[in-house]
């Protein structure tokens, strides 16, 4: 296959250096369009493709001309390349298997198809699963990838349970679980699961009172935690229910209660171990989960919540572990500030090991958990100058707009900016700005510098769920 490749004199070097990786399977011509690939003019374009048999072209990502009417004259197809040159070595050996996009950068349109591939990979997993066994439609165990547990602590305490389960299942959570502490009632558990009548999805209740166990069995399609101190108590009514359990070491060895949950009656049961926090027997405790015959249940989120750490990482390394150890259902929580977002990440995070199948290591998998940082640093030449100006401390005083102050606040996922107690919202920090700027909200270049990074800082804000304080450090 014929391509050129034009490119700018700034990224020349980088681009051949990228071309000679593929040279063996393209012939690829490197013309040098001006000093910035991006400024390539579908004349340009044209003029450069009649010079030469060409079976494509490929234009910088960046590059905001249509080349349709180039296409139209010389009947070469011309595809979008990668934003920046220093992609170009992850794009090219990927010519011959993805058919590029004429309109989205070849490093966006790349990512998108892989995660699309990632996805269908996933589907068809899910659906080759012979499962353990299955709870409202979801499989259990069976090579099934493992499921989110999500746990809403004192369910009876929310102002608006229904909200919460819906979030934590289209965060990606498989089962809701209700957890209850020592002043529940049995009419407040009841009362939370009549609550949820709309929710089509699976729901546990955590509790280890029988009372309270008992009035949650109308609608808990799972029972967390039974043991020897309450399966006589409550075990015929959760057989009886027809509601999986999960079934815990107490005085007595989790085997034995095991085989007392069999002897209720319960016929879908689950086998948690114990997974402990760090500093308290974590590594230990993972020996617990060899050599049981029964679907395992993995704690994480008994880890992530006394630990303090970013999650995204502590999520993909505890789903790591639970993969390792066979668990089947991973339980996770968002109780405190820091652990917000869990869900979601334990769901990829269980995705990637799904996705593992067949591969030594959980990467280059189409999905991944980098949130902040970059699996690949990208190293663009700088650009050139011939002089310098060194930077001024701007002074103290400060000069107000004469148009009046903006007060910037975040609104859920939304940017609010008020001006003279107008509020212009939206999620992208720079609609909020341009709306500003189109309705005279402000008319000084220094107050519209200070609006863009206060805009911009409360954008990243909401995509990190950080808080956000107008003039305060990020």
């Known amino acids: 296959m014929r391509i050129l490749l034009p490119t700018g004199s700034a990224t020349v070097g980088i681009v051949k250096a990228a071309v000679s990786q593929v040279s063996d399977r393209h012939t690829i011509d490197v013309v040098v369009s001006g000093k910035v690939a991006s400024f390539l003019t579908p004349d340009s374009l044209k003029r450069l493709i009649c010079g030469g048999n060409y079976d494509m072209a490929i234009v910088s990502g960046m590059c905001t001309a249509s080349f349709a009417d180039v296409e139209r004259t010389t009947g070469v197809p011309v595809y979008r390349g990668p934003r920046h040159a220093a992609d170009l070595p992850l794009v090219l050996p990927l010519l011959e298997r993805f058919r590029f996009s004429r309109t989205v950068p070849a ?39 493992m499921k989110v547990l999500a746990e809403i602590m004192d369910a009876h305490r929310r102002d608006d349970l229904e909200a919460e389960v819906r979030r934590f299942f289209a965060d990606g959570a498989d089962i809701v679980d209700l957890g209850f502490g020592f002043d529940t009632t049995p009419g407040d558990v009841e009362r939370c699961f009549r609550a949820l009548e709309g929710i089509e999805g699976p729901l546990a209740v955590d509790t280890q009172d029988p009372s309270l166990i008992e009035a949650a069995l109308f609608r808990a399609d799972l029972v967390l935690s039974l043991h020897e101190g309450n399966i006589p108590l409550v075990g015929r009514a959760v057989a009886d229910a027809g509601a999986a359990a999960v079934v815990v070491p107490r005085e007595q060895t989790l085997s034995e209660n095991l085989a007392a949950a069999e002897e209720a009656g319960i016929c879908r049961l689950i086998a948690d171990p114990l997974l402990q926090p760090v500093g308290s027997g974590l590594t230990d405790s993972l020996r617990g989960f060899s050599g049981i015959s029964y679907p395992l249940f993995f704690g994480a989120g008994n880890v992530t919540e006394l630990l ?57 998998l189409g999905i991944d958990l980098l949130i902040l940082k970059e699996k690949r640093r990208r190293r663009e030449p700088l650009p050139k100058y011939r002089s310098i100006l060194e930077t001024q401390t701007p002074p103290d005083e400060i000069t107000y707009d004469p148009l009046g102050c903006i007060r910037i606040g975040i609104e859920g996922d939304c940017i609010v900016a008020v001006h003279r107690r107008r509020a212009v919202r939206g999620k992208h920090w720079e609609d909020v700005f341009y709306t500003l700027l189109e309705n005279g909200c402000l008319s000084r270049l220094d107050h519209a510098a200070y609006l863009g990074k206060e805009l911009f800082k409360a954008e990243l804000a909401i995509r990190l769920k950080r808080s956000f304080e107008q003039d305060g450090q990020f």
């Open 107 to 145: 490093d966006e349109f790349l990512a998108e198809a892989r995660r699309k591939e990632a996805c269908q990979k996933m589907m068809l997993h899910e659906e080759a699963a012979n499962p353990d066994l299955v709870i409202r439609g979801v499989k259990i165990g069976g090579g099934a990838r």
């Open 308 to 364: 303090d750490a970013d999650s995204p990482g502590a999520n993909a390394l505890l789903a790591g572990m639970a993969h390792e150890v066979g668990a089947a259902i991973i339980f996770t929580s968002e109780h405190s500030d820091k652990t917000r977002g869990s869900v979601a990440e334990m769901r990829l995070a269980t995705e990637m090991m799904a996705l593992m199948t067949g591969r030594p290591y959980p990467k280059d």
